[in-house]
């Protein structure tokens, strides 16, 4: 009878330690490409630019209707610039593309992971996530609107902390009106 009682009770801790480290897996909802949209807008002293981006692919997941994580992967050789037309258009996109900006010919993609998802309303999430650009990551926090099958977020991103060094004052002095700020966002409207 001892051994019985025994049994099951470590048979009873092996579970509830097997049930306390099982990861939550989810229901992932792919996002659909063709409907969704990426803004970006940057900032310099003499005004802004604006244009859009593709996503390559992407999905939310969720715990029954509440968002628990996401993943996405952004083609870095869509940037399109969408204020200016003609030769000045070229000349922006091309230059987002080299080097001075982002890489695309030896970074093709970026992604985005969440991290963290934290409920703070009936339809909102703070998230935390890893955001790489070239080929570096780095933390970032935003927020989430969730409505039906679309999804909204809005993200600041410092382009320093990912070596995107063209005309920033974080690495060079003497500018003046030729600054670009750091800070350039990202506007999101996905539909999944």
């Known amino acids: 009878m001892k051994n019985r009682i025994l049994n099951l009770a470590i048979v009873a801790v092996v579970a509830f330690i097997g049930f306390s480290f099982t990861v939550k897996e989810g229901t992932k909802k792919e996002v659909k490409i063709e409907k969704s949209k990426v803004v970006w807008k940057a900032y310099k002293v003499t005004?802004?630019?604006?244009?859009?981006?593709?996503?390559?692919?992407?999905?939310?997941?969720?715990?029954k209707d509440?968002?628990?994580?996401?993943?996405?992967?952004?083609?870095?050789?869509?940037?399109?610039?969408?204020?200016?037309?003609?030769?000045?258009?070229?000349?922006?996109?091309?230059?987002?593309?080299?080097?001075?900006?982002?890489?695309v010919k030896t970074y093709p993609t970026s992604s985005l992971i969440f991290k963290k998802v934290r409920a703070i309303g009936k339809n909102s999430y703070k998230v935390t996530g890893n955001l790489t650009i070239k080929g570096i990551t780095n933390p970032i926090d935003f927020e989430v609107s969730i409505y039906g099958k679309k999804a909204t977020a809005t993200l600041k991103v410092?382009?320093?902390?990912?070596?995107?060094?063209?005309?920033?004052?974080?690495?060079?002095?003497?500018l003046k009106d030729k600054a670009i700020y750091d800070e350039f966002d990202l506007i999101v409207d996905l539909e999944f």
């Open 158 to 174: 410092d382009r320093a902390k990912y070596n995107v060094r063209y005309g920033s004052t974080s690495f060079f002095d003497n």
């Open 47 to 63: 005004g802004s630019h604006v244009g859009t981006i593709a996503l390559k692919e992407g999905s939310l997941t969720f715990e």
């Open 66 to 103: 509440k968002l628990i994580g996401g993943k996405f992967t952004i083609d870095m050789t869509t940037i399109i610039n969408t204020d200016q037309e003609g030769e000045y258009k070229e000349k922006l996109e091309g230059h987002l593309k080299s080097d001075d900006f982002f890489g």
